[in-house]
T-cell receptor
């Protein structure tokens, strides 16, 4: 069974631009979570989607948004990029959500560099 | 809010030896999961082992085992017969399993493990 895939793997943008990252979960998984990883802040939760609905959101500004499609694929969007948005963005998928969330399996990440 | 603390930023071990990575956490909940994830230089986060808080028995996966002390809120990872491929950043993570909670993973800052040949 194929793992979690994320595209693109690397991205370079300039301040003020916007970016869209994509995540395809493991086949059959319906929950997708996004995390930001930086050297200073470590791993921080962005949001979680299940059945096309955002179930939880982390403490990030409104410039960070996401959505999930009927096939469980998810995208996250960052508008008006800032230098501090440079990070590794990780997507994780799991079978269900809530108390039945189970184990989350991670993709390889998208490395975003903002110049 | 739950917090996870990994007090060892870096550890090293000789190949074939045993090493223990420490993790403590703070929570007022009784139902939760604890995880160890491994992140090698390729940056892919890989699940190493999982422990359910209501299970008394410590989880084991081949050369990896945990020492889960619920009262002490401690969750250490023991790697036996260390191999060069074990070199990575190891993250301890907590996830609530209580109804109505945010089921996000809360991570520690990580421990960088070096394996010396």
């Amino acid at each position: 069974k194929a793992g979690v895939t994320q595209t693109p793997r690397y991205l370079i943008k300039t301040r003020g631009q916007q970016v869209t990252l994509s995540c395809s979960p493991i086949s059959g998984h319906r929950s997708v979570s996004w995390y930001q990883q930086t050297p200073g802040q470590g791993l921080q939760f962005l949001f979680e989607y299940f059945s096309e609905t955002q179930r939880n959101k982390g403490n990030f500004p409104g410039r960070f948004s996401g959505r999930q499609f009927s096939n469980s694929r998810s995208e996250m969007n960052v508008s008006t990029l800032e230098l501090g948005d440079s990070a590794l963005y990780l997507c994780a998928s799991s079978l269900a959500a809530g108390v039945r969330l189970g184990t989350q399996y991670f993709g390889p990440g998208t490395r975003l560099t903002v110049l | 809010a739950q917090t996870v603390t990994q007090s060892q930023p870096e550890m090293s071990v000789q190949e074939a030896e045993t090493v223990t990575l420490s993790c403590t956490y703070d929570t007022s909940e009784s139902d939760y999961y604890l995880f160890w994830y491994k992140q090698p230089p390729s940056r892919q986060m890989i699940l190493v082992i999982r422990q359910e808080a209501y299970k008394q028995q410590n989880a084991t996966e081949n050369r990896f085992s945990v020492n889960f002390q619920k009262a002490a809120k401690s969750f250490s990872l023991k790697i036996s017969d260390s191999q060069l491929g074990d070199a990575a950043m190891y993250f301890c993570a907590y996830r609530s399993n209580s109804g109505g909670s945010n089921y996000k993973l809360t991570f520690g800052k990580g421990t960088l493990l070096t394996v010396n040949p």
